[in-house]
């Protein structure tokens, strides 16, 4: 949980962060970025800010904007009822990001694997992705993702967005942010 000046202080800092890039949003869009926890409260660390343009029955297009450092949790846009988890394609606009998913382990990755949580992250090979790079992760790919030390800004071209389907390693993390709101 976080509370509401948190949340609007992470707003206020992603929108810094799409002018840095030359992104341009609307004020409405604005208003509807996203900040993400994972329920952990600690959202410097584990997690992110998303903004989706766009979400229907076939496709999704959203900005991911990652403060240096910040660690999007391992998870996996799992296969439901016969229909395929999620395909995305993560394309690097500004800075640099660190995407791992399962295949060969590094041994020494550029990413710092949280300590506290370091017993949820189990897939180490790297693919590091700079302004202009892209990789698109199948249906079903076990994943998690760091920015680099300025921060990052993905964009993400998806099938359907279902995050509430979403699976974490963590079985402690909720993909939905809880704001604390401050009586009087």
């Not at 799992?78 to 690097?92: D, L, V």
């Not at 402690?172 to 704001?179: G, K, N």
């Amino acid at each position: 949980m976080i509370t509401r000046e948190q949340y609007e202080e992470a707003q206020r800092r992603s929108i810094k962060y799409l002018k840095r890039a030359g992104i341009a949003v609307t004020s409405k869009e604005k208003q509807k970025i996203e900040v993400v926890d994972f329920g952990l409260g600690i959202p410097e660390v584990m997690g992110l800010e998303i903004l989706i343009y766009v979400n229907t029955i076939k496709v999704c297009a959203k900005e991911l904007i990652m403060f240096p450092g910040q660690t999007c949790a391992e998870h996996i846009h799992p296969t439901i009822n016969n229909i395929s988890g999620k395909e995305e394609t993560f394309r690097c606009r500004w800075g640099k990001v660190y995407l791992y998913i399962s295949g060969p382990s590094e041994s020494n990755i550029k990413a710092k694997v949280p300590e506290s949580y370091k017993d949820y992250f189990t897939v180490f090979n790297e693919i590091e992705l700079n302004p202009g790079e892209q990789y698109t992760l199948a249906p079903d790919t076990l994943h998690w993702f760091q920015a680099g030390p300025e921060g990052a800004i993905v964009s993400e071209f998806s099938t359907t967005n279902t995050d509430e389907f979403d699976r974490f390693t963590n079985p402690f993390i909720s993909r939905f942010t809880q704001i604390e709101e401050r009586m009087g």
